[in-house]
């Protein structure tokens, strides 16, 4: 598997392709990483994240990334994946997956990163590690905690199971499911309209977001305390102040405001 890298207009768009299952390997992990570099020298506004082919990633390409390897060798892989992993999840701006297919293992553990998942009905998601005798390499297993709750995190790891997308819905894991034929264009127009909006207030609030769920209420509320008062100085919010000011709030559920990402 390899991992393209386009702008359209605001937004960046990372694409897995090259092999039937998008199996992932430790070249193809550093190059999602180097999109992400490439989205933020582009001053992106979100990023949204598609496959070529059927499936989103059946997860790693075992025999390449395993084979041979011993504790060293993982060590050195974890200390450089693991913060790679949370500048990912922390980007300034949001992030949108779009799953068709197999999303396992490693697949799922990067799915989970992203802020918004959109999934096709065909879709199949599983922290699938364990048939393989090792445990999540990526997060995935602490990260299930925060979307499905410590009980339903051990059934899926332990289980090594596969769950389908309207499951995935209810247990709180992904945030739609749809047409297979539709979830990319949904996806896609969804991205879109978050890359056109408050940047400044979405960075804030994902940071607020992921502080509490990493960290508690008191953490988030430090964050806040830290991060807000610097959104009032925005163009975004002092233009859309200034419109509410002069048309009240009829002026802005029209959605004529254009936000500028500054």
Known sequence: MAVKFLMDGPMAIATFYGDPKNLLTFDTFHELMDVVDQAIDHKARALLTLTEGDHFSAGAHVTECFLGQDSNSARRTLHRSIPEMHRFENLPFPTVAAVRGMCLGGGFEIMQIHDIVFAGESAQFGQIEAVIGTTTLLGGAQRLVARVGVARAKEMVFSAGTYDAKTMLEWGV??????????????HAYAMKLANGPTAAFAASKHLINSAASHGLGAADRVLLESAPAIFNSQDMQNAVAEFAKGGVEALMKGALRFKGV
């Open 174 to 187: 992904i945030n739609r499911v749809l047409a297979d034929a539709e979830v990319e264009a949904k996806a």
